[in-house]
């Protein structure tokens, strides 16, 4: 691992040790995350001692689940789940990635995020597929856009009401319920508000917390420190790709500088 690398386990493990942090995650979805740079988060979350969470590409994203198994996660969330046959396919594309054997080892869990999600979430329910099913997100910023609201009322009372309602019905059927969509400092008193028991994870971008532990008194600078890790993920990703950018524009200069006057007489194209 490079510095920047040993400083982000450093973060995460401060906290794991002082924040009730349990994972990280990445998204091949709205993140775009690639394959290499799962790999290299995983390495740096397993020597934390982190689990890492992968949101794949939709609900039935095979190829998603099959890197996912390669790289080994922890948990996987199917993103806008909004029907009960979305939430069908979701589970079988699961079980056909990973094989019966290592279907205890990962959690599957379901993004519910737009209001035609809510609507259909009784009836998801009944579904015997939710026997196969370990958890829910309630992914805030899509939930109020579908609503026709902007990111600033993620914390609204609209948004509150559809938290409390779909997190109680998931917990009558034994369904682990996670929180996401602009987790910051201010969204603590909408998550400790909920009632009792229903919150069992929240989530910024990239780290997760354990409640009701995650909601103590030092929760904010928990928060501040899962940006701080952030920013040293996107730095060394930065970093990354640049030393490859570096790299192909010093070849591309050297075989502008060389031949693109002979290429273009012998009738090709350089550019």
Same mark, same amino acid.
């Given at each position: 691992m490079n510095e920047l690398e040993h400083r982000m386990v450093q973060q995460l493990?401060?906290?794991?040790?002082?924040?009730?942090?349990?994972?990280?995650?990445?998204?091949?979805?709205?993140?775009?995350?690639?394959?290499?740079?799962?790999?290299?988060?995983?390495?740096?979350?397993?020597?934390?001692?982190?689990?890492?969470?992968?949101?794949?590409?939709?609900?039935?994203a095979?190829?998603?689940?099959?890197?996912?198994?390669v790289i080994g996660v922890d948990r996987i969330v199917g993103p *806008?789940?909004?029907? &009960?046959?979305?939430?069908?396919?979701?589970? /079988?594309?699961? #079980?056909?990635?990973?094989?019966?054997? %290592?279907?205890?080892?990962?959690?599957?869990?379901?993004?519910?995020e737009t209001v035609t999600g809510?609507?259909?979430?009784?009836?998801?329910?009944?579904?015997p597929d939710v026997a196969d099913?370990?958890?829910?997100?309630?992914g805030r910023v899509d939930m109020s856009g579908s609503m026709g609201l902007t990111r600033e009322d993620i914390n609204s009372e609209a948004v509150y009401a559809v938290a409390e309602n779909i997190f109680v019905q998931a917990k009558a059927r034994g369904l682990e319920c996670a929180l996401g969509g602009g987790v910051s400092a201010d969204s603590l008193?909408? *998550?400790?508000?909920? &009632?009792?028991?229903?919150?069992?994870?929240? /989530?910024?971008? #990239?780290?997760?917390?354990?409640?009701? %532990?995650?909601l103590g008194?030092?929760?904010?600078?928990?928060?501040?420190?899962?940006?701080?890790?952030?920013l040293m993920w996107l730095k060394n990703k930065r970093d990354f790709y640049g030393r490859i950018f570096e790299e192909d524009r010093a070849r591309i200069q050297m075989l502008q500088s060389r031949y693109d006057r002979l290429i273009e007489q012998a009738g090709g194209l350089y550019g």
């Open positions: 493990v401060d906290l794991r040790d002082n924040h009730h942090v349990v994972g990280v995650k990445a998204e091949f979805e709205a993140e775009g995350t690639r394959l290499e740079e799962a790999l290299r988060l995983k390495e740096v979350i397993s020597v934390a001692g982190l689990g890492l969470t992968i949101k794949v590409g939709g609900c039935e095979l190829r998603d689940m099959y890197e996912s198994r *806008m789940v909004e029907s &009960p046959w979305a939430l069908h396919k979701f589970v /079988e594309a699961c #079980k056909m990635a990973y094989p019966e054997g %290592e279907q205890d080892e990962v959690r599957f869990c379901v993004n519910i809510v609507a259909n979430f009784a009836a998801m329910l009944e579904l099913l370990d958890g829910i997100v309630l008193a909408f *998550m400790r508000r909920l &009632p009792p028991g229903c919150l069992d994870r929240y /989530e910024t971008r #990239k780290v997760i917390f354990s409640c009701p %532990e995650g008194e030092d929760a904010d600078k928990g928060i501040l420190k899962a940006v701080g890790f952030e």
